[in-house]
Structure formats: C-alpha cells, structure tokens
C-alpha cells in the first residue's frame, strides 16, 4: 500500500519535474521577452512623442481632415498616432517572439501565420483608412450640394453614399486578406455599383451648367413669376 | 506675355491693326441683347474723350451662339453729330476674339490684357457686357485718371438698389476694406480702368487657371492693386443697371468663387493685411448725382427657408469652420428661422465672425475648402434675409450707414481674425509678394463726403 502510494507520489513529482523543466524555461523567457519589449515598446513611444513633436504630418493630417475623421474637434495629433502605432507593434512583435520560445508547433503556426499577414493587415487597414476618408468628402459634398439645391432627406442621401463607399472598402480589405473569398463577386459588383453612383454624381455636377443654360432658353419665355426670381440674384 | 500663346488668327489680326494707346475690353457669353449699346457707348466715349490717341475695343467671348460678336462688329455709333463728337483723329478700331481656356469673365479679361500688352496700350478699361446704364463718359471717367493722373487701378462706384449686390455689401465690400485698409467700395463692381505696368503685372501671375478664370477676376484684381501698393481710386459712374448675372450659374458657385479668391489672397497677402489696421478713403472721382434705380423683387421666405435647411443639414460642416459659441448662436436663429417667428435678425458682429471662421478653416483645410465654401450659401441667405428685414423701410443713405456699420465691425474684429490666424501651428508659407513700381504711391487722398 505504502509502495503504491509512494509510487503515485514518484510519478506526480516526476510529471511536475518534466513539466517545469520543459515549460518553465520558455515561459521564463517568454516573461522576461515581454518585459523588455515592453520597456523598449515605451522608450520608443517616448523618443518618438519627442522626435515628432512638430513635425507637418501634424499639420498634413489636420488640413487633410483625416483627423476630423477620428476626432470631431480635429486636433488629433500624428505625434499619438505614430508613438501609439510603434508602441503596439512593438508589443506585438515581442508577443510573438515569446510565443516562438515555446517552440511547439502550435505557436510555430500562429507566429508564422501572424508575420505573413502583418503586412496584408497594414494594406488593408489603409485601404479601410482611405475609404472612410473618400466616404466622409463624397459624404459631405452630397450634403452640401443636396443642401443647397433644395434636396429633401439630404442627410439619408449622405449616409447612404458614406456607407455604400465604406462597405465597399471593407469588402476589398477583406478580399486583400483572403478573408470570405467567396464575396469577391459581390465586392466586385459593390464597386462596380459604386463607380456608377460616382460618375453619376460626377456628371450631375458637371452638367448642372449645361442643364441649367438649357433650362434658360426655356425661362425665358416664361411668364414673369421667373423674372422675378432672376432678379433676386443680382449678388455680384 | 509670349505672342505664340495666342492663336495664330489673332495675332494676325493684332499684327495688322500695330499700336494703340488705350484699349476697352468687353467680355461676353451670350449678350445679343445689350453689348451693341456698350459696344457704341465705348466707341463714343473713346472718340469724344480721348480722339488724339489711337484705341481699340477688343471683345472676348466665350463663345456665344446668339450673334454677340457679329454684333460687336456691326454696331456703330449712327448720332455722332447728337454726341457732339468732334472727328477723332484716329479711327476706333474693334476686335472680336473668342478667348481659350476655363470658361469663364476671368479667362476673358486674360485674353483682353494680353492683346493691350501687345499693342503697347498706356491704359485699358474692361466693361460689362450686360450693362444697360452705361454712357460714354464712363470710358472717360475710368480712363482719365490713368493716362493723366498717373493711377493704376480706377475702381468703378455706382448707386445701386440697396438689395443688389449683396455679395459685395455683405462680405466682399467689408472684408476688402478691413484687410488692406482701402475703402473701395465697389470692389467687384466688374467695370475697371487699368495702367499698363498693372496689366503687366496681372499677366506675370502664375493664378489665372484658378478661381481667377471666373467670376474671381474682379476680387483678384482689386486686391493686387491694394495689397500691392499701386495707386488707387475711384470714379463715379452714376447708376448700375444691368441684365442679372448669368442666371444660369447657380449662388453657391459663385460665392465658392469670390470668397474663395478672398481668402486665398487673404494667404498671400497675410504679411500686408496683418500690418494694417483701420481704412482710409480712396480718391473718389465724377460728379455725383442721384439717380432712379430698378426695383428688386427678393424672396424672403425661401431665403429663410434655405437658412433653416442649412442649420438642419450643414452642422457637421459649418462645425469644422465656426467656433462653438458661433455655431451655437447660428443654429439658435436656425431654430427662429425655422419657427417663422419674427424679429429674426443676425448682428452684425455674428456675420462678421462667420466670415472670419470660414477664412481661417479655408487656410487651414484646404481639402474641405469646396464644401466649406460652398456651405457658406445658407449662412449668406441668412444674412441678406436679415439685411433685407432690417433694411425694407430705409431709404439708400440710412442702407449705406447700415453698410458702414457692418464694415467698422469688421474691422474691429480683425485682431481676432490676425490672433486666430497667427495661433495656427506649424510651417507658414511665405507671402509671394511684389511691390508697385518705384513712383507709384498708394493714394491717400480725401474722399468727397456723399
């Protein structure tokens, strides 16, 4: 019975063994992997602030509007976005380095699999960048424009055109990520759809002068109610 | 200016008619109806006014299909003996070209200075083509003060009904007036009297395919004279009538295109405008009189209504110009609008902010500069509504103290506009500007009290 038991307590001690030595080693490094990527993750975030202080991507993102996009009162500062971006790719980089200390072949995929779309994450990430930006301008033209012309429901019109162009940009992020390939054909519609929708506007306001010189010949030999309102324009 | 620029054509054309001393342009798109009796008009005045040096009339047109040129060249002045026109010496020759390029006044008057500039014109004078009130003496009065008292730049000066020309009133007028401290009052009047080194100085600028190639040109050339140190005046030309201004272009094009040309010369010309304060009269030339004017119908309710739209749809844009307290106190009157209650009103000081708000978010966000322009059209209709209110029972004199008035706010406002401009952060660009050749002082002559 002794024997047994202390057989049992053999092969317990000699699994912890086993497990702390082939564990507790890269767990250790892992440990030890991201506090110093995480030291270097928040030197760098400072030289950085530092380093950018002032610098005209401050000014470029400002006057652009991209950072009216994210923050209403438009001064976010590239400065954040730049130390903050190399804070957390720093991170990641060190988290992937201390999963590859294990060295198993479950954290061998991940980490592989994590460095070959790193650089497809980035491109689409700008892809989705870019399109809520042109979302927002084609947004806010049609406002205006719609506004102006006394178009009702004007606002709808506008949101509508934001989220045609950023589902449209989402769908060919995804697609750039070999994410739900099956809806390429329907991405491919989607922006097909969208360029129609964009040329249309496009000509709408290209050949507003035309229509409305077209539209002249006809005012003029209308009744004086037309008269009337031409005279309201004198504004020069 | 390079000849080869020109089509082959005109310069023929130019190359046989040589020299001519002054010059009077006359842009046109469609004007059948009325160029023939500014055409006539620029003809007598020349021959009555200026018979010993040699002229030309150049019309550019921007390819009308009504007959505008032909009418150009078949008009000519039949009572010569009721003018009491002395035989001129030389002839009045007229030249009608179609100009190139953006369709548009400014590309027009582009292609008027660069045939004076080649047939060595002392002065020109560029004219309306819609004008119905001009006379022969209005080529006198812009002309005279170029070739005899040595201006540069003769700004026009009219009676105008109190509700034409609104942009002017309410926005060109007053912030011409507080940047470079010149009180001309008619800014972008469109009939101006040009010397020969300022035509020379126009046609060396690189902005012409710009918002200058359209209704831009009057603002540009008014403030390169003024910021530029050239001599300035003004002459008075009586009443301004005229046909409506192309009907066709819609309110918010142009408002994109004059107040845009405001405020990217306000960027230019920020190290002139930021040393002046205040305003002084400019020299003011021509008997004045008063004269009857035509009545103009406005449609109060549907300005309201565009208003209150605006304030329901625009926010979010006119939030990326205004600041808060500003957008607060416009989308108050919104709401009045809105309601249709009465006393709507919209203070002077408010407008004034607005305008500064809008100059400063153009500097500042050149890619939403088409919709902040652009979304300014309701704001603008908000105040020509109140302007109207305020104005309807007033005779034109009590308007012009109210016009005044909106003016001397402008200009009190303007440490705000210099403070908020210079609190930009980063880089500024550095002004590009040209001072007037050696000789030519700014005016600084007493005006005659209306």
């Known amino acids: 019975m002794i024997a047994m038991l202390q057989q049992v307590l053999e092969r317990a001690y000699e699994h912890l063994l086993f497990t702390l030595t082939t564990y507790l080693p890269p767990l250790l490094t892992a440990a030890t992997i991201l506090v110093i990527t995480y030291l270097i993750a928040l030197l760098a975030r400072w030289v950085l602030v530092r380093i950018f202080k002032g610098i005209s991507v401050d000014r470029f993102l400002y006057q652009s509007g991209i950072s009216s996009m994210f923050d209403r009162s438009g001064r976010l500062r590239a400065t954040h976005i730049v130390s903050n971006g190399v804070y957390w790719i720093i991170i990641g980089i060190g988290a992937l380095t201390a999963l590859s200390a294990f060295n198993t072949e479950l954290t061998s995929r991940m980490v592989e699999t994590a460095v070959f779309l790193f650089p497809k994450l980035v491109t689409a990430g700008l892809i989705v960048l870019a399109g809520v930006w042109l979302a927002q301008y084609l947004g806010r ?70 229509v409305a010189r077209h539209l002249e010949g006809k005012r003029e030999s209308q009744p004086p109610e037309a008269e009337h309102e031409r005279s309201l324009w004198n504004h020069l | 200016m390079p000849e080869q620029q020109l089509p082959e054509e005109h310069l023929r054309q130019v190359r046989e008619l040589g020299k001519a001393d002054i010059v009077v342009g006359i842009p046109s798109y469609n004007n059948v109806r009325t160029i023939g009796h500014v055409v006539r008009a620029a003809q007598a005045g020349l021959a009555k006014y200026f018979p010993q040096f040699t002229s030309l009339i150049v019309n550019s047109d921007g390819g009308s299909q009504d007959g505008t040129r032909e009418a150009v060249l078949s008009s000519k002045v039949e009572d010569a003996h009721l003018l009491m026109l002395d035989t001129p010496k030389f002839p009045v020759h007229r030249l009608s070209l179609p100009y190139h390029g953006i369709p548009g006044k400014g590309s027009a008057f582009r292609l008027i200075f660069r045939l004076a500039e080649m047939v060595g014109a002392k002065a020109a004078a560029v004219v309306d083509s819609d004008l119905r009130s001009i006379t022969p003496e209005w080529i006198d009065l812009l002309l005279r003060p170029v070739v005899y008292a040595d201006y540069d730049f003769v700004a026009p000066y009219y009676h105008r009904h109190k509700y034409d020309g609104t ?3 309410s926005i060109v007028y007053p912030m011409t007036r507080s940047l470079y401290g010149y009180r001309v009052r008619q800014p972008i009047g469109g009939d101006f009297g040009m010397s020969r080194r300022l035509i020379a100085r126009y046609l060396q600028r690189d902005d012409w395919e710009t918002d200058v190639a359209r209704y831009g040109i009057d603002i540009w050339m008014t403030t390169i004279a003024l910021a530029e140190g050239y001599r300035v005046c003004q002459s008075f030309l009586g009443a301004k009538l005229h046909d409506a201004k192309d009907p066709g272009a819609d309110l918010s094009a142009m408002l994109h295109q004059v107040v845009g040309s405001v405020f990217t010369l306000m960027q230019e010309y920020e190290a002139v405008w930021k040393t002046r304060s205040g305003s002084e009269p400019v020299d003011l030339f021509g008997f004045r009189f008063d004269v009857g004017l035509d009545p103009i119908d406005v449609n109060l309710g549907r300005m309201l209504q565009a208003f209150a739209k605006g304030c329901k749809d625009l926010a979010e844009i006119w939030s990326l110009a205004l600041a808060p307290d500003v957008l607060d106190a416009v989308l108050r009157l919104g709401r009045q609008a809105a309601a249709g209650e009465s006393g709507f009103h919209l203070p002077d000081e408010l407008w004034a902010r607005i305008i500064c708000d809008f100059a400063i978010a153009h500097r500042d966000k050149p890619p939403e500069r088409g919709h902040l322009l652009r979304s300014l059209t309701p704001l603008y209709l908000c105040r020509v509504a109140s302007f109207v209110i305020e104005t309807q029972n007033l005779f034109s004199a009590q308007v012009e103290e109210k016009i005044e008035n909106l003016c001397l706010c402008f200009e009190a406002l303007k440490p705000y506009l210099a403070g908020r401009w210079g609190a930009y952060p980063g880089p500024k660009r550095q002004p590009e500007v040209q001072t007037a050749p050696a000789g030519a002082e700014p005016s600084k002559v007493e005006v005659p009290k209306s």
């Open chain 1, 141 to 210: 033209g049609v406002l205006v424009w719609g506004c102006n012309e006394g178009v009702p429901s004007v606002r709808t019109i506008a949101a509508l055109v934001r989220a045609v162009v950023v589902f449209v940009a989402v769908v060919v992020a995804a697609d750039h990520l070999n994410f739900a390939r099956s809806v390429f054909l329907a991405a491919f519609v989607l922006l097909v759809g969208g360029a129609v929708l964009a040329a249309s506007i496009a000509v709408g306001f290209g050949a507003r002068g035309a």
């Open chain 2, 167 to 169: 942009i002017t009133n």
